[in-house]
């Protein structure tokens, strides 16, 4: 951990241009390189490769086999159901808590258990909605017990595509809260006077001027939980086991034991991780940089 | 009306939130047919397993809160004072850990740092815990960074720097004794986020092999029914721990500030 230690005093001349400054930063650079870009470049590189070194898009096309394919669809699936559910719960919570009259006392309340659920995610998630959804849990009891539903019977099975997704909507709704919160804030009195003076209703300001200002906000924040389930790992690891085949789980399995059977298939899952992902944070920067035009 | 619809929103909302929490804590106290005990807990705490993989997670999350605040409070003060140009490229890189997967990462990991690279990092048990703490601090990097730097915002890094200099003070006093003690805040609120962070990490820890937490608690709820509760519990207490000292830490300061 030697490189860790305080930038050492290297020799500053403040009236040149030619510095050493960027000296200082050397020790952060190094460690980013090595644990950071370095590993995710080899990943990137090692999915356009063979194993002897040469190049290749061999390992991209082998994405396209039906098994892979579809677990890139059942994790594509999982993701933007969750995302799109979890971003309108959180966005009407927020609403409701900014806009629709509730007691401010509650307010800082939410943001606070947002911030601390937003981090309750992985494994033991995955146990608590097992304790409430599963065959023993709680609400399937409970609905059992009083009302005579039976959950299994109409076919709900935590273990399964609507499972996971309940369960990812845990952390997806207060990660909405948390960053469509200062939108909302943003959102000017005036404008609302503006339109309500011009005769709008209130349908039409929603329509005509509220969400269209909201827009590139909440497209932005639903890409972000679309990356944010996508690579989710742990949750649906502690929750499925392998019954389910979402793209973290098969990588999971390839990095342990080499399931497919060639490592550089490997590489081209990982990449395919890495592009989707980061689409859907480049749109949610650009998206963000849009919507702080109008807000703030 | 619309003060209702409010209400039933949130109301909704909030039996989301809650509902699986009380049926994880109800399930962890049913482990005897017909009574609520704390018998799975006394289980849990009665496995040594149990408290080895706590106190390595309790341990590896001390060492990644020390290796970050080592490696990000100098960066981001140097960035602050002499490279105010190089800031946009720093901050994007920090949030890349949130864009590349942590699986991406770690199978990055094990493949250039594996027994027949230059730096068999995975070959011995210390350097594959040195790769697990380079691991934890790049997933945590997000969070210290920008915590770290919103702090150095509110204080004037450079004429402070000044003064101390002007009184013979050499860079690591300065950094110790001057810039730390000024941060220290969002040092600490960054180091909450890193522990809630590590005790709970799955991933990394399972795909390097290492006796951690995360691991423990997916293992145990492969094979028993009420322990995985218990500890689930335990976790999120730990992880309200962390957010509400965050809390605290924070509003400590305000008041601490606010008379001056």
Same mark, same amino acid.
């Not at chain 1, 609403?95 to 659920?117: D, E, H, Q």
């Not at chain 1, 909201?214 to 019954?243: C, D, E, H, Q, R």
């Not at chain 2, 991933?203 to 006796?211: C, E, G, I, N, Q």
């Given at each position: 951990?030697?490189d860790?230690?305080?930038?050492?005093a290297p020799?500053?001349?403040?009236?040149?241009?030619?510095?050493?400054?960027?000296?200082?930063?050397v020790?952060f650079?190094?460690f980013?390189?090595?644990?950071?870009i370095?590993?995710?470049?080899k990943?990137?590189?090692?999915?356009?490769?063979?194993?002897?070194?040469?190049?290749?898009?061999?390992?991209?096309a082998?994405?396209?086999t039906?098994?892979?394919?579809s677990?890139?669809?059942?994790?594509?699936?999982?993701?933007?159901?969750?995302?799109?559910?979890?971003?309108?719960?959180?966005?009407?919570?927020?609403?409701?808590?900014?806009?629709?009259? =509730?007691?401010? !006392?509650?307010r800082?309340?939410?943001?606070? $258990?947002?911030? /601390? #659920?937003?981090?309750? &995610?992985?494994?033991?998630?995955?146990?608590?909605?097992?304790?409430?959804?599963?065959?023993?849990?709680?609400?399937?009891?409970?609905?059992?017990?009083?009302?005579?539903?039976?959950?299994?019977?109409y076919?709900?099975?935590?273990?399964?595509?609507?499972?996971?997704?309940?369960?990812?909507?845990f952390?997806q709704?207060?990660?909405?809260?948390?960053i469509?919160?200062?939108?909302?804030?943003?959102l000017?009195?005036?404008?609302?006077?503006?339109?309500q003076?011009?005769?709008?209703?209130a349908?039409?300001?929603?329509?005509?001027?509220?969400?269209?200002?909201?827009?590139?906000?909440? =497209?932005?924040? !639903?890409?972000?939980?679309f990356?944010?389930? $996508?690579?989710? /790992? #742990?949750?649906?690891? &502690?929750?499925?086991g392998?019954?389910?085949?979402i793209?973290?789980?098969?990588?999971f399995?390839q990095?342990?034991?080499?399931v497919?059977?060639?490592?550089?298939?490997?590489?081209?899952?990982?990449?395919?991780m890495?592009?989707?992902?980061?689409?859907?944070?480049?749109?949610?920067?650009?998206?963000?940089?849009?919507?702080?035009?109008?807000?703030? | 009306?619309?003060?209702?619809?409010?209400?039933?929103?949130?109301?909704?909302?909030?039996?989301?939130?809650?509902?699986?929490?009380?049926?994880?804590?109800?399930f962890?106290?049913?482990?005897?047919?017909?009574?609520?005990?704390?018998?799975?807990?006394?289980?849990v705490?009665?496995?040594?397993?149990?408290?080895q993989?706590?106190?390595?997670?309790?341990?590896?999350?001390?060492?990644?809160?020390?290796f970050?605040?080592?490696?990000?409070?100098?960066?981001a003060?140097?960035?602050r004072l002499?490279?105010?140009?190089?800031?946009?490229?720093?901050?994007?890189?920090?949030?890349l850990?949130l864009v590349?997967p942590?699986?991406?990462?770690?199978?990055?990991?094990?493949?250039?740092y594996?027994?027949?690279?230059?730096?068999?990092l995975?070959?011995?048990t210390?350097?594959?815990?040195l790769l697990?703490l380079?691991?934890?601090?790049?997933?945590?990097?997000?969070?210290?960074?920008?915590?770290i730097?919103?702090?150095?915002?509110?204080?004037?890094?450079?004429?402070?720097?000044?003064?101390?200099?002007?009184?013979g003070?050499?860079?690591v006093?300065?950094?110790?004794?001057?810039?730390?003690?000024?941060?220290?805040?969002?040092?600490?609120?960054?180091a909450?986020?890193?522990?809630?962070?590590?005790?709970?990490?799955?991933?990394?820890?399972?795909?390097?092999?290492?006796?951690?937490?995360?691991?423990?608690l997916?293992l145990?709820?492969?094979?028993r029914?009420?322990?995985?509760?218990?500890?689930?519990?335990?976790?999120?207490?730990?992880?309200?721990?962390?957010?509400?000292?965050?809390?605290?830490?924070t509003?400590?300061?305000?008041?601490?500030?606010?008379?001056?």
């Amino acid at each position: 951990m030697t490189d860790t230690s305080p930038p050492a005093a290297p020799p500053i001349a403040p009236r040149r241009r030619l510095s050493f400054a960027w000296l200082g930063i050397v020790p952060f650079a190094l460690f980013v390189g090595l644990f950071l870009i370095a590993p995710t470049m080899k990943i990137v590189i090692g999915a356009f490769q063979r194993a002897d070194g040469s190049f290749t898009l061999e390992n991209l096309a082998g994405l396209f086999t039906p098994s892979i394919l579809s677990s890139y669809w059942i994790s594509i699936k999982i993701s933007v159901a969750s995302a799109a559910l979890g971003a309108l719960i959180g966005f009407l919570m927020a609403a409701a808590m900014v806009l629709g009259g =509730l007691p401010r !006392f509650i307010r800082a309340p939410l943001l606070t $258990f947002s911030g /601390v #659920a937003s981090n309750f &995610a992985g494994v033991p998630l995955a146990f608590a909605f097992l304790a409430t959804l599963g065959p023993l849990g709680l609400v399937t009891v409970w609905l059992r017990t009083e009302f005579g539903i039976n959950l299994r019977a109409y076919g709900f099975n935590i273990l399964s595509f609507w499972g996971l997704t309940i369960t990812y909507i845990f952390f997806q709704i207060p990660l909405m809260i948390l960053i469509i919160t200062p939108a909302l804030d943003g959102l000017k009195r005036e404008w609302r006077e503006a339109a309500q003076s011009l005769g709008a209703s209130a349908v039409q300001y929603w329509t005509s001027v509220a969400l269209p200002i909201l827009f590139p906000s909440l =497209l932005g924040t !639903f890409a972000l939980l679309f990356a944010n389930a $996508f690579g989710a /790992v #742990a949750t649906a690891i &502690a929750l499925t086991g392998s019954s389910l085949n979402i793209v973290p789980i098969m990588l999971f399995a390839q990095i342990r034991g080499d399931v497919l059977g060639n490592p550089h298939l490997g590489y081209a899952m990982a990449f395919g991780m890495i592009l989707i992902t980061a689409l859907a944070n480049i749109l949610y920067i650009w998206l963000r940089m849009r919507s702080e035009r109008w807000l703030k | 009306m619309k003060r209702l619809a409010a209400w039933a929103i949130f109301i909704f909302g909030m039996a989301y939130f809650i509902l699986p929490l009380i049926g994880m804590v109800e399930f962890s106290l049913s482990m005897l047919r017909g009574q609520y005990s704390f018998e799975a807990y006394r289980v849990v705490f009665a496995d040594p397993r149990f408290s080895q993989t706590l106190s390595y997670s309790v341990l590896m999350a001390l060492l990644t809160i020390v290796f970050g605040a080592l490696l990000v409070v100098p960066t981001a003060f140097w960035v602050r004072l002499k490279l105010p140009e190089w800031r946009p490229v720093i901050e994007f890189v920090t949030l890349l850990p949130l864009v590349i997967p942590a699986i991406v990462i770690v199978f990055g990991y094990i493949r250039l740092y594996n027994t027949s690279s230059w730096l068999p990092l995975t070959g011995s048990t210390t350097g594959t815990n040195l790769l697990l703490l380079f691991g934890y601090a790049t997933l945590s990097l997000p969070y210290m960074y920008r915590s770290i730097d919103t702090g150095l915002r509110t204080i004037d890094v450079a004429t402070l720097t000044e003064a101390a200099q002007s009184l013979g003070a050499g860079w690591v006093t300065i950094l110790a004794r001057v810039i730390l003690p000024n941060v220290l805040v969002s040092v600490l609120s960054g180091a909450f986020v890193t522990f809630a962070i590590v005790m709970g990490e799955f991933t990394l820890a399972a795909l390097l092999d290492r006796p951690a937490f995360g691991p423990y608690l997916q293992l145990m709820g492969a094979n028993r029914a009420y322990e995985p509760s218990a500890l689930s519990t335990l976790t999120f207490i730990i992880t309200w721990a962390c957010m509400g000292l965050i809390q605290l830490v924070t509003r400590f300061t305000k008041h601490d500030k606010a008379p001056r």
